[in-house]
């Protein structure tokens, strides 16, 4: 798929991880991103319930400050085991740490102390909205596993070290940025919206 003639998109983000995801994801399409940091927008609320409401206030919140056509996502890590927590909250799991990354990672492992791996189902998820004048879709990915017992690997972020795919056997912090954007949350996601775009005449981005 390639994205239509003009591919400005803005990204509600100030996560530098998640912007290098999109481009990555999204560049060979045609697009060309920028970030809420390019409005000045440092600190975008997700006062929501689910990872949906999370991304349609960012998406809106952009998308009125621009005026361009805006994709905002909101994402974490749901652990069956934990009723699917830390859900929502996945950034910020531990409280706030200077490093946050590995502080929640550490609760989580300490959560999970003591079960073993068939009790230790997790997945991913994505949601993606998207909003343009008069318009607003939600896309979502999933990409499920379970958790290790360690943290495994040097790659990644979040909990990318303690998570490891059904049918793969290494976390995502052992394998490239390439593998892990082909088969992850956030692309699947992505694939829907560009589906969606691809197939709707309306949008000139």
Do not use: W
């Not at 912007?19 to 975008?44: R, T, Y």
């Not at 991913?124 to 990915?141: K, P």
């Amino acid at each position: 798929m390639s994205a239509k003639k003009t591919s400005l998109l803005y990204i509600a983000t100030n996560n530098a991880h998640k912007l290098k995801e999109f481009s990555q994801l999204l560049s060979p399409h045609g697009f060309v991103l920028k970030s809420a940091a390019d409005l000045g927008l440092n600190d975008i609320p997700e006062e929501g319930h689910s990872f949906a409401e999370n991304a349609l206030q960012k998406a809106h919140t952009v998308f009125h400050a621009c005026g361009l056509p805006t994709l905002a996502d909101d994402s974490g890590l749901e652990v069956d085991a934990l009723d699917g927590a830390p859900g929502i909250y996945s950034a910020r799991y531990a409280g706030t740490h200077d490093n946050q990354d590995q502080a929640n990672r550490h609760k989580l492992l300490r959560e999970l102390q003591g079960l073993p791996k068939e009790q230790r189902s997790a997945h991913f998820r994505c949601a993606l909205a998207f909003c343009a004048d008069n318009t607003q879709e939600i896309f979502e990915g999933r990409l499920s596993g379970h958790i290790t017992l360690e943290e495994r690997g040097a790659g990644g972020f979040g909990y990318d070290m303690l998570f490891q795919a059904d049918g793969q056997n290494v976390t995502l912090a052992e394998i490239s940025q390439d593998a892990k954007n082909a088969i992850s949350h956030r692309r699947k996601a992505l694939n829907a919206f560009l589906n969606y775009y691809e197939n709707t005449s309306k949008f000139t981005l």
